[in-house]
């Protein structure tokens, strides 16, 4: 019955988070009323000259819509990865913290500073260390030869660790003046320093992965279902869930790339889209990215607008997202779920 | 004919040898029972017989052509497969669940159409579960999930179905209905082939039998000609009794006093 009310939550969502967007643009240290803030967009898309002050048109421009922009995309894309990992790895308990992705794409991040690449090498780098951490996740458990749910996710806490400890030496070993900084970006997450040349060049790396994974999410059901009886029912297992894992890790990768680590997101926003449509992915992908594009924004209009000096993010969404969390597993066991 | 296996041999990587040169026929709409003590290999005989488990040695032929060629949508749309536990993570409902039974017939990034939606209803009605077809499959008894997984099977219509042991997790009622529902699916011209512990199951059935012994020898018969006294005791290592219960009309297998 629930998926019946798939339809109207996307309309509901798609509104709260266009109300999202208009809010997020108003409000801040410097305001600015709706009415302003559409205007000074449509002048700007139009190419009109603009009767606002400069400083207005600045926020809004350069501060406020990049920043909307990479909340929403990120949230979106962190959701659908994570919801797509729980599917294919038919594990609920999973995200890409857990299987390390976040990690690895952030040593990679880290390694480009290190190594003074250019500002392109880093998301090479970043994707090319989420899929190595990922990859080691889902090794461990076959060279064990135990694939349970618990022991992928004790093989992402062990890759997570030693992640964690490379991570650290790079700091160790990174010039504290120049690269120790640009290094603690990438792992706090922010979207301070985001800018539409920042956004621009990740949207091939984000929209494909995500129509790819849109487009495979009934797929996903078959396969949740387990390696086995997937491929009794003509699936060619390593095939697709090579598929999505690729773009499960390229979507997390490339929010990485353009906000650094944002914990959290990616495991407790498929289990409330799973609570509002039930657990076909034809429906929870599209609920969860939208969810999640207007739960990173609405963090995100926090970090900046409470207190004096700016949160980074991922401090809000883990004292929002562990005890949501605990609370949603609670919830699940009382319904037997 | 529809499998003809020849000279099958498989072992787990460090392990003995499950099958040694297992070779088996089953005709169209016959029904054959597999018989075997722990660790058979009666599962991997179905494994090998599904295409998931690669045999290195010798050749399974379904419906013509060598499964090791086949590609795996082609293999499920001829063969359903019932696993032995089923335990879904996910709380998809009936319907939903019904409904993936469909995937071989419905392209890679396509979805389930009208006529797949009403083959699930039609199987959902077949199994007696269009009441249950909004619940959650979690939230169901495990006979009604064995059911499910029945109409899961069905709603592609494939010629052959394999079952592993489909009452081993059952209450005695539920064992009963479901060995009811496999005779009446070889009524209705599939092909079946079920793993069981139980000779008593295997005479119900009736049909043919093979039994797998320790060694992973096959030898197959008619049910009622096969399945002889010494053989059943050798297979299990233990005393086992056959005696004809005449309010029954037929044989029945029981154990000795403990």
């Not at chain 2, 499950?18 to 070779?23: C, E, I």
């Not at chain 2, 539920?174 to 008593?200: A, C, F, I, M, W």
């Amino acid at each position: 019955m629930k998926g019946r009310r798939a339809v109207p939550m996307g309309i509901l969502l798609g509104s709260l988070l266009l109300a999202g967007v208009v809010l997020a643009v108003c409000v801040g240290k410097y305001r600015v009323t709706p009415a302003e803030s559409l205007e000074i967009l449509a002048q700007q898309l139009l190419g009109l000259p603009s009767g606002y002050p400069e400083m207005t048109v600045n926020v809004v421009m350069e501060l406020r819509i990049p920043r909307i922009l990479a909340s929403v995309l990120v949230g979106a894309a962190l959701s659908l990865s994570g919801a797509a990992y729980q599917g294919v790895f038919s594990n609920p308990l999973i995200s890409p913290d857990f299987l390390g992705v976040s990690s690895g794409a952030c040593i990679g991040a880290a390694l480009a500073i290190l190594l003074a690449l250019p500002s392109g090498s880093i998301q090479l780098f970043a994707f090319a260390g989420g899929v190595a951490a990922v990859a080691m996740t889902v090794a461990l458990p076959a060279a064990i030869g135990n694939r349970s749910n618990i022991m992928l996710v004790l093989s992402g806490v062990i890759v997570g660790s030693a992640m964690s400890s490379v991570l650290g030496f790079i700091k160790y070993v990174a010039d504290p003046e120049t690269e120790l900084a640009a290094i603690t970006y990438w792992t706090m997450g922010s979207f301070t320093y985001v800018t539409l040349g920042d956004l621009l060049p990740a949207l091939p790396f984000l929209l494909p992965p995500a129509a790819c994974l849109l487009l495979l999410s009934w797929r996903i059901n078959v396969l949740s279902l387990g390696e086995e009886e997937a491929r009794a029912l003509g699936v060619n297992v390593r095939a697709v869930r090579g598929l999505v894992i690729l773009c499960a890790t390229l979507l997390t990768a490339s929010s990485v790339c353009i906000s650094g680590t944002i914990s959290w997101v990616g495991l407790v926003i498929p289990h409330l889209g799973r609570m509002l449509t039930g657990p076909d992915n034809t429906r929870l992908l599209p609920v969860s990215a939208l969810l999640g594009g207007v739960f990173l924004l609405a963090v995100d209009t926090l970090t900046r607008t409470i207190g004096t000096s700016e949160m980074p993010i991922s401090i809000l969404t883990g004292l929002v997202g562990a005890p949501f969390y605990a609370w949603l597993l609670w919830r699940q066991r009382r319904r037997g779920l | 004919m529809i499998y003809r296996i020849c000279g099958l041999s498989f072992s787990y990587p460090g392990g003995p040898t499950v099958l040694d040169g297992v070779s088996l026929e089953l005709e169209r709409g016959e029904i054959l029972s597999v018989l075997g003590p722990n660790g058979a290999g009666k599962s991997t005989l179905l494994g090998c017989m599904l295409g998931t488990l690669p045999a290195p040695a010798g050749t399974v032929w379904l419906d013509g052509q060598d499964l090791s060629r086949m590609h795996p949508r082609e293999i499920a749309r001829l063969v359903g497969y019932v696993p032995q536990n089923l335990s879904p993570v996910f709380g998809y409902t009936v319907r939903d669940f019904v409904l993936m039974g469909r995937a071989p017939l419905i392209p890679t990034l396509g979805r389930p159409g009208a006529a797949d939606r009403a083959a699930a209803e039609e199987a959902l009605t077949q199994m007696g579960l269009a009441a249950l077809a909004d619940r959650p499959c979690t939230g169901i008894s495990g006979g009604e999930r064995q059911q499910a997984s029945i109409a899961r099977a069905i709603v592609r219509r494939p010629q052959v179905l394999l079952f592993d042991e489909p009452t081993a997790h059952l209450d005695f009622g539920n064992q009963l209905r479901t060995l009811r529902v496999l005779k009446e699916l070889s009524r209705q011209g599939y092909t079946v082939v079920v793993t069981t512990h139980n000779p008593d199951h295997a005479i119900l059935l009736g049909g043919r039998t093979a039994i797998l012994d320790r060694n992973g020898r096959l030898t197959a018969g008619q049910t009622g000609e096969l399945l002889r006294e010494d053989l059943l005791c050798r297979v299990y290592q233990t005393d086992l009794k056959l005696r004809y219960v005449e309010e029954l009309g037929r044989v029945v297998c029981l154990f000795p006093n403990l």
